[in-house]
């Protein structure tokens, strides 16, 4: 299948800063990317779906200018937790998906906020 | 508005002995489902998908799934159990309005005794 490669996979940052959190498809053009959250032992929640070139869609209770969410070119796509807090701290998990493909989805970062 | 339910928060087999992880949808339309693995801090493998066709989906690691309609169900099973699928599994579907968005269920971790 299509590899989607999300970086970094572990980040530790401070209270109140931001942390940007990559994720790019290798071997095709992601149209369209989504962000998950997950927290522990709980499903995914989607966060928001961007496609290329345009502003990301947010789901309902989802903080757009505390996730800020880029998708510039056809194999990046990026998300940034902007003044991060302890209650930030969750695994996030991205996923992209090319012109009638199904999703692939990234390794997952997990976001740890001390 | 499509969801899927997995009614089991766990599912305990002995090795050796065969697996069914349970999955319920609701959708309008056509259903797409899928079947995801997650192992511990990490992103979600994709198993199998129904799109149409045949009831009975054959997946990746020797993973199948039966479509039933009357019932509305799509579970996932395996004839033999190994320890090392010991995991998180998570049925998903397809959103109607958005081609590519996936809708999680809850998840399933399945736990095989050696």
């Known amino acids: 299948g299509a590899v989607v490669s999300q970086h970094p996979s572990r980040v530790i940052c401070k209270s109140g800063t931001s942390v940007k959190i990559e994720c790019r498809s290798l071997d095709f053009q992601a149209t369209t990317m989504f962000w998950y959250r997950q927290f522990p032992k709980q499903s995914l929640m989607l966060m928001a779906t961007s496609n290329e070139g345009s502003k990301a869609t947010y789901e309902q209770g989802v903080e757009k200018d505390k996730f800020l969410i880029n998708h510039a070119s056809l194999t990046l796509s990026t998300l940034t937790v902007t003044s991060a807090h302890p209650e930030d701290s969750s695994f996030y998990i991205c996923s992209a998906s090319g012109k009638n493909t199904e999703a692939f989805f990234g390794q997952g970062t997990r976001l740890t906020v001390v | 508005a499509q969801s899927v339910a997995q009614p089991e928060d766990q599912v305990k087999v002995a090795e050796g002995n065969p697996l069914t992880v349970k999955c319920t949808y609701s959708?309008?339309?056509?259903?797409?489902l899928f079947w995801y693995v997650q192992y511990p801090n990490r992103g979600l493998q994709f198993l199998l998908k129904?799109?149409?066709?045949?009831?009975l989906v054959k997946g990746s690691y020797g993973f199948e799934a039966e479509f039933n309609k009357s019932q509305t169900s799509f579970h996932l099973k395996k004839p033999s159990a190994l320890v090392s699928d010991s995991a998180l599994y998570f049925c998903?579907?397809?959103?109607?309005?958005?081609?590519?968005?996936?809708?999680f269920g809850s998840g399933t971790r399945l736990l095989v005794r050696p």
């Open positions: 998903a579907v397809r959103d109607a309005d958005s081609s590519y968005k996936l809708i």
């Open positions: 959708v309008s339309g056509n259903p797409y």
């Open positions: 129904y799109i149409t066709g045949d009831n």
